[in-house]
């Protein structure tokens, strides 16, 4: 089977009603990045860290994995799948999908402030979290996001994975966000690139091509499954 990679951004989560970032009316208009989701912010004013992210996971329990998602699972028949996200949510995990690596955290889980490897899924109804809440070793707790001003430890393993990519494709990111946007260079210079946005970033700084899908991500994952099973099975 070939090595389909796939980098996904907020816009594959956003026909399932999960605002993106940058967009009009995207989350960073009505919240100031710095003070939610920086490590400066999170040292400011922890408690509103932790009510963003209380609100942020209300949120995507009311969200259902969209077409793109799904469809995205279904490719797991004829293609060995590999699903880089920088989004938290969970939706590619709830569509099925079995290969998804988070660059920059997951939503529904927590971790201990003083032993970070101690990491904690949060299951419903208690997805809440505060100052006050503690680990069963009485240990305080943050979300498990990356924060701006932060390492991203699973760049290394994602920067490998699409060394090793057959054929890479990008959906919904604005490719503004580092490292995770320069992921694309790291392909071997004979592997398709597919970036499917109905408003792409073009990338200049590249010598590759690339075969821009410019449509919303239910539409444009759907033209592409059909390329794929065309052109690489
Ligand atoms: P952005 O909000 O920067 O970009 C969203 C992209 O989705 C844009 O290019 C839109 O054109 C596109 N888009 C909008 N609707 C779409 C749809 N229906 N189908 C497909 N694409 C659509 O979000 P990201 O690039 O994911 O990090 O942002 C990267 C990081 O910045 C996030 O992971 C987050 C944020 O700060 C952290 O919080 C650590």
């Known amino acids: 089977m070939k090595k389909l990679v796939i980098s996904t951004g907020a816009g594959i989560s956003a026909e399932s009603g999960v605002k993106t970032f940058r967009d009009t009316g995207g989350l960073w208009e009505n919240y100031p990045v710095m003070k939610v989701a920086s490590a400066d912010g999170f040292r400011e004013n922890p408690a509103l860290v932790h009510q963003f992210y209380n609100a942020r996971r209300d949120q995507l329990l009311s969200v259902q994995p969209n077409a793109a998602h799904l469809i995205l699972k279904e490719l797991e028949n004829d293609f060995d799948v590999r699903i880089i996200t920088q989004n938290v949510d969970n939706l590619h995990e709830r569509a099925g999908s ?62 490998q994975l699409t060394r090793e990519a057959d054929i890479f494709v990008v959906i919904g990111t604005s490719l503004a966000v580092y490292p995770a946007a320069s992921l694309l260079h790291y392909t071997r210079p004979e592997v398709p690139i597919y970036y499917i946005d109905p408003k792409p970033t073009i990338v200049t700084t590249s010598n590759k091509d690339i075969n821009y899908i410019a449509k919303k991500a239910s539409e444009g994952v759907a033209e592409l499954a059909e390329i794929l099973r065309k052109n690489y099975l």
Do not use: C
């Not at 660059?103 to 949060?122: A, D, F, Q, W």
């Not at 503690?134 to 990356?146: A, E, F, M, N």
């Open 98 to 159: 079995t290969n998804v690596l988070h660059l920059h955290g997951e939503l529904m889980k927590i971790r201990s402030m003083t032993h970070p490897e101690r990491v904690y899924e949060l299951t419903p109804p208690d997805i809440h979290t505060s100052l006050e809440t503690r680990d069963s070793y009485g240990d305080p707790v943050r979300p498990h996001i990356v924060f701006f001003q932060e390492d991203v430890p699973n760049f290394e393993p994602a920067t």
